[in-house]
């Protein structure tokens, strides 16, 4: 119970390693609070979280919108009366196998939007908050495209990539004021965006795209194995880590 009563916010928390992340910290006694803009999976998220004793809510949140960010802080010092720890998991791969010219920049725009400043507006509704907690954290969700590999994706690839910068310069900055900040760079998980894009790989490239479904599942990561190493980042225990962390 190495996170009995921390207060938790998880962005992206709905599905994927966002929902792996708040069953593990649950389950070491944390408390969660759950943004996400799909409703049914957040709620269903929360719904299973609260059915196995869990401490969760749920708060439909859009990280491009600084007004969501800033209530989904908000609504974990109402409900818990502060916050110690934000996981940063939200995020989207648009744009996968495409050539700079055939990338429409909207879809460029948005992933960068989600993934980039998403995470900005995020932390920076946390961080009043953050400052008044003992021995927060930040954890920041990049990937191992973009910071140590290519992505599919040159939106994606450009938006891990920022990721990666922002949290250098982040743990930097807040590492006098006593705040740890971790990026966290899962390689080839089986999340319903990392399927999906193997999936787009596989009949991009002429072949069953059925059959790379079945290969992604089976062979990709347990998202509960980035999910257990994000919560212990998110305990003291964590306290001497720091910088970025790569994952299978």
Known sequence: MRLKDRVVVITGGGRGIGA???HAVVAEGGKVVIGDMLAAEGEATRDALRAAGGSAVFVKTDVTQEADCLRL???AVEQHG??????????????????AEALDPATFDRVLSVNTKGTFLTVRAALPHLRKAEKPAILLLASEAGTKIPSSS?????SKGGVHGFAMTLEAQLAPQKIRVNEICPSSIATPMRIENLVDRARAAGRD???????AIK???????????LAFLASAEADYVRGTIYTR
């Open 20 to 22: 792996a992340t708040a």
């Open 73 to 75: 802080a908000r609504t």
């Open 82 to 99: 502060r916050l110690d720890v934000l996981i940063c998991c939200a995020g989207i791969l648009q744009g996968a196998m495409l050539q």
């Open 154 to 158: 040159l939106a994606y690839g450009a």
């Open 209 to 215: 795209p059925e059959q790379a479904r079945a290969e």
């Open 219 to 229: 062979d990709a990561g347990d998202p509960a194995g980035v999910a257990r190493i």
